[in-house]
């Protein structure tokens, strides 16, 4: 979990780099099926932005989560009919 947390902070603190990184990776296992087309590092760049607040608290804590923010993921996942059973 440690190991995630600091890819987690690496990739918000380096985002160009973490951009190009994860497009290499992409490219490597796709040989046979270019994916290009459905993503730009501009895009990665801008997404991995958008995912810091989700991923660090306002102290910069990685890895805790308040009940609010569970109740907005399950009603998330419900929504997206990706939960089969809503309790």
């Known amino acids: 979990m440690k190991a995630t947390g600091e890819g987690f902070r690496y990739c918000v ?6 951009a190009k990184v994860f497009t290499k990776a992409v490219e490597d296992e796709y040989v046979d099926k270019p994916l290009k087309e459905f993503y730009s590092l501009e895009h990665l760049q801008k997404s991995i932005i958008s995912m ?6 306002a102290d ?6 308040k009940g609010e923010q569970w109740t907005k993921f399950i009603d998330w996942l419900h929504d997206n009919k990706l939960l089969t059973t809503m309790v």
Do not use: P, Q, R, S
């Open 13 to 18: 603190e380096n985002v160009e780099e973490a």
């Open 52 to 57: 810091k607040d989700a991923l660090f608290d």
């Open 60 to 65: 910069g804590v990685w890895g805790k989560m």
